[in-house]
């Protein structure tokens, strides 16, 4: 079935740093692939997706980047500040193009 | 414009009640869904409506678990005897258009359920 993998579950960064967190997904029919930023207690917000159109997308300090052929995607977030910090969950539509299937997510601390 | 409304917020449960979690998505959105993420995981899909028509159910975990949208806007969730593995936040989204389009999908804040 629908699988999609996200690494590392944690990471730490000192502010200013970039961040970097990779999913693999394993339907390669799939063609949109959103990330979305969730802040404790809070509800899921997208914060950039990807069509398979395109390799590469970018949004001021936010980018993310798609490989279809290994079937890999990543966020990259530049020059961090304390308010990234949040868990990150990447995701791929099911097979059927019903749902989002979501990674486990990636809690994400920036320190000053 | 208003987002997407969850009601409870929290519900706290004896093992064995019946709940209802009801969910008013963005005014006009074609498509809604429900998840259900369990503490430090991501959403997990249980179902999917395309106006009043429920196209997906596979995720549901069990037949205790039943939702509806009968008029094609408000839908609830229903979980009969619930039980403690049951305890999560129960997620509603809704996206404008219908199946097979790649579009945002707006959350509302979530029911935090406890089963005791």
């Known amino acids: 079935g629908e699988n999609v993998e996200q690494h590392p579950s944690t990471l730490s960064v000192q502010e200013g740093d970039s961040a970097v967190i990779k999913c693999t997904y394993s339907?390669?029919?799939?063609?949109?692939f959103p990330w979305y930023k969730q802040e404790l207690g809070k509800r899921p917000q997208l914060i950039i997706d990807?069509?398979?159109?395109?390799g590469e997308k970018k949004d001021q300090r936010i980018a993310v980047t798609l490989n279809k052929t290994a079937k890999h995607f990543s966020l990259h977030i530049t020059e961090t500040q304390p308010e990234d910090s949040a868990v990150y969950f990447c995701?791929?539509?099911?097979?059927?193009?019903?749902?989002?299937?979501f990674g486990k997510g990636t809690t994400l601390s920036v320190s000053s | 414009g208003a987002g997407v409304s969850q009601s409870p917020r929290y519900k706290v449960a004896k093992r064995g009640q019946d709940v209802a979690l009801r969910c008013d998505p963005i005014?006009?959105?074609?498509?809604l869904f429900w998840y259900q993420q369990a503490l430090g995981q991501g959403p997990e899909f249980l179902t999917y409506?395309?106006?009043?028509?429920?196209?997906?159910k596979s995720g549901l975990p069990s037949d205790r678990f039943f939702a509806e949208r009968p008029e094609g806007s408000v839908s609830t969730l229903k979980i009969q005897r619930t039980q403690q593995e049951d305890s999560a936040v129960y997620l509603c989204?809704?996206?404008?258009?219908?199946?097979?389009?790649?579009?945002?999908?707006?959350f509302g804040p979530g029911t935090r359920l406890t089963v005791l």
């Open positions: 989204a809704s996206r404008a258009l219908g199946g097979g389009s790649y579009n945002e999908q707006f």
């Open positions: 339907d390669s029919a799939s063609n949109y």
């Open positions: 990807i069509r398979s159109n395109v």
């Open positions: 995701a791929a539509p099911n097979q059927a193009g019903t749902a989002l299937i």
């Open positions: 005014s006009g959105h074609v498509s």
């Open positions: 409506f395309q106006n009043e028509a429920q196209l997906d």
